[in-house]
């Protein structure tokens, strides 16, 4: 039996789809599974982009080790929630030790986040 071009289509398209679904099914779970950071710069300007890059670093760093043997998303809201002052601390030092006095501020909240791409990843969009 000789299989039709539109056949050979339809078969290609019918394992891109179930290869499409399961990515974006580990997506879903990757999302939900997240608590992201935002941090929001003074401006577009250069130093205030340089700034926050060295606010997110300092922040994740403080928070690696406060989520240390952390089991479940749950308890890492938890830590996060009881430790907004200490962040908001962290983050406060790397503006001030910048030479800036800008008003720092930590907080958990739900917000939305669009797709982000990186070198070797991309975290899909989600709350």
Not at 57 to 78: M, P, Q, R, T, Y
Not at 85 to 107: F, H, I, K, N
């Amino acid at each position: 039996m000789k299989i039709k071009t539109w056949e050979i289509a339809l078969l290609i398209a019918i394992i891109l789809s179930v290869f499409a679904g399961a990515a974006s099914a580990e997506r879903r779970e990757l999302s939900e599974n997240l608590i992201r950071l935002h941090v929001v710069a003074n401006s577009d300007s250069e130093e205030d982009q340089n700034l926050k890059l060295a606010v997110r670093d300092a922040v994740l760093n403080k928070v690696s080790g406060l989520l240390d043997g952390c089991a479940d998303k749950a308890e890492a809201e938890k830590i996060i929630s009881g430790n907004t002052d200490a962040l908001a601390l962290c983050a406060e030092e790397v503006v001030r030790e910048r030479g800036q006095s800008y008003p720092v501020t930590a907080m958990i909240k739900r917000e939305a986040f669009p797709t982000v791409k990186y070198d070797t990843f991309a975290l899909p969009a989600g709350e």
